[in-house]
Every structure is written in C-alpha cells, then in structure tokens.
C-alpha cells in the first residue's frame, strides 16, 4: 500500500515534468492553511486546492494570495500578512519536493520543468502595508511578487469598487505606491478597485498590470467585473485579466446575491485586536465555508467570460483568476482547481486552438510577470 501510495505519487509528478505553463493568478488557499492548519498535500474534501487536485488539473503556478480582511486596520494588517507568510513558509519547507517559491517568470519556468508547483506570492489589500512604503519593500524582500490594491473597502489612498467613492480614485499617496511597484518590480493589480481607481492606476504605472481575478461587466454587471472599456484599457496597456469563477462573476442569476454578499461582508467592523481579531476572523472563515451560497453559474458561463474577454481584449491579454477557496459555489463542471482540464477541453471545443488554450492557461500571465520582474 505504502509502495503503491509512493508509485503514484512520484508517476504524478513525472506527468506535471514537462507540462505547458498554467497559471491561476487568485487562490486563497492559504486561508485553510492558517485558520484550519491543513496539509496541502493530502486531498481534501473541503476547499477547492491542494497539490493532488492541481496535479489534476494541470495547474502548475498558482497565485498564493495573502488576504487579509479589511477589518484588520493599521499594524494588525501588517501582523496578519506576516502570519499568512508565514504559514507559505510552512508549505515550502515542508514539501521541498513539491513546491518552491517563484520570484520571477524564469523561476517558474525552471520549477514547473522539473514537475514542481511554482508559487507566487501576493497581498490582497493595500490596506496591508500601513500607508508606509518600508512595509511594501519588505513585502517584496518576503518574496511577494504581486499587490491587489484594495479589497472590499477602501482605505488611506485608494477606492474600492464596493466602497462609496472617498479619494476620487487613487491619491497622491496612492501614485507613489504605484510608482514604488513599478520600481520594485511588483506586479499592480486591479482586480477590487473602483472604476476610477483603475483609471487612475493606468495613467501612472509604467508596466503592464493585471486584473487578478475579475470577470465581464457585459455579461455579469456587479461592480467587481470590468466594462468592455476597461478591458480595452487593459490590453492597451498590455495587462491581463484572469477571469473569476465566482457567484455572481458569471452569472447574471447570481449577480443580485453577490452584491448583499459583499454589502454584508467586511461592514462589521470588531473592535479587537491581537489573539482575539484572529478567532474572530477564524470563526468568520468558518462559517462562510460551511455555509455555501446558491448559485446557478456552470462551466459554460466561464467559457462565456473567457471568450467575451478575448473578442474585446485580443487572444494575448486574457487568463485565469479562479478565486478557488476565496469564492462559495464554483460554477457546475468547475467544482474545484482539478477541473481545469475540461475547461481547456471546452475552448478547445469552441474552437480554440492549443496555442490559444496555452496562452489562457498562463502564458499571457506570464508574459506580464516577465515585464514586471525583469526576468
Ligand atoms: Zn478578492
């Protein structure tokens, strides 16, 4: 049993040797690995990631995002990045044989070659860095290759989609975070900020940026996904957007209910801090996850997105940003990461030629994560 156990998993990890590049650019993985403790290389019933269902579905470089829930204010946000951090270390020092922390798009090259899953590194919130650059610096010496600029809410010098307008978009401040990415060679990501926000992010960075994990505004108007004007901006300036399979994201059914979700979620705003923030947030973590809202979205609502994206974007600026383990209720036909493989296979159906499935797998992604690292 345990030969056997040892044969299949060393056979599937010779089948990721090899493998074309996908990448996820949004999993919150790491949430179940703090609030639950969970081993990654065991499959799990619950949650939507770990190495056996990515081996399945061929996803090699995901996206690790560090979320930190906007009701952490100030340092706290900072404590809870380093605890999120921290627990990745675990992940990697625990299966070296398994998976390693990518820094730029040629350490993913090099990692995914030898059957190993490339992790990249994000924050989720700019509210995470405490208005102070030294953080965001810190961040990147971490390993952290990516920033989403708000979550939910707004903060000291950016909007939120979800939020009411307080800064008009991005501040000054703001720009100088933007200018400091740039330098550091991180990637600006826009999935969660207001439509003016956008705009405003576009008009300063010097490198292409990504919409981590955002859908069609044209097929699913929530404020979380972009108009077609936004999408055209986003290739303009060479970025990508990785499309969220989300409730709501993608179906227009849904898109009522993901609106209360997130006017509900976040407003609460607990006055605590330390220990008790974190079994607060832990107890949150726990309920959404036993609670699975309904949702009607299927597989054919991806494809939908997808091909609604590459028709206003061009074939080069469209990839994947699942949201697994971040979301409630994956579509039907995409349960899990594992699916992807029969993702590929309906573009392929649609039309899609290998090339163009490689490019939405994580060529395009990578693309961008080469110009903004330099390597
Ligand atoms: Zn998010």
């Known amino acids: ?28 993985t790491l949430q179940w690995v703090l609030n639950d403790n ?12 770990d190495f056996p269902r990515l081996r399945e579905g061929q996803v090699n470089a995901p996206f690790f995002a560090l979320w930190v829930p906007t009701y952490y204010k100030g340092a706290e946000a900072v404590r809870r990045s380093l605890d999120l951090r921290d627990a990745m270390q675990r992940v990697l020092e625990a299966y070296p044989d398994q998976i390693e922390l990518a820094l730029n798009a040629s350490d993913v ?5 030898t059957g190993k899953i490339a992790a990249i590194l994000t924050v989720e ?13 810190v961040y990147y010496r971490l390993g952290i290759r990516s920033m989403t600029i708000t979550h939910f809410r707004n903060h000291n010098w950016a909007d939120s989609s979800t939020d009411k307008p307080a800064h008009n978009g991005l501040t000054d401040f703001g720009k100088q975070v933007i200018r400091e990415m740039n330098r550091l060679g ?9 439509d003016k926000t956008f705009y405003d992010v576009l008009a300063v960075t010097s490198k292409p940026v990504i919409a981590s994990h955002s859908s069609c505004r044209a097929i699913s108007d929530v404020p979380r996904n972009m108009t077609d004007d936004m999408l055209r901006a986003l290739a303009k300036n060479g970025g990508v957007v990785g499309i969220n399979f989300g409730e709501g994201f993608l179906n227009p059914k849904d898109a009522e209910l993901l609106k209360a979700t997130v006017n509900a979620i976040s407003y609460h705003e607990p006055d605590l801090t330390g220990h008790a923030l974190d079994e607060y947030s832990k107890k949150q973590f726990f309920e959404d ?18 091909d609604h994206a590459v028709k ?37 159906k649609k039309g899609y030629s290998e090339q163009d499935v490689r490019k939405i797998s994580g060529e395009n992604t990578l693309r961008v994560l080469r110009e903004v690292t330099g390597k």
């Open 1 to 28: 049993m345990r030969f056997l156990l040892a044969f299949s998993f060393i056979a599937s990890i010779g089948s990721m040797r090899g493998q074309a590049i996908a990448i996820d650019s949004h999993i919150d």
């Open 38 to 49: 969970r081993d990654l290389a065991q499959r799990a019933k619950t949650g939507h990631v």
């Open 109 to 113: 090259e090099r990692i995914t070659k």
């Open 125 to 137: 919130g700019g509210h995470q860095i405490d208005d102070d650059l030294a953080v965001l610096r």
């Open 186 to 194: 991180m990637i600006v990501d826009i999935s969660h900020v207001s």
């Open 289 to 306: 996850a036993s609670k699975p809202r309904p949702s009607v979205g299927t597989i054919d609502d991806a494809v939908a997105h997808i």
């Open 312 to 348: 206003v974007m061009g074939i080069d600026h469209v990839g994947i940003g699942s949201d697994f383990d971040g979301i409630s209720s994956p579509p039907k036909g995409l349960e899990n990461i594992s699916k992807m493989t029969s993702l590929r296979a309906a573009l392929r």
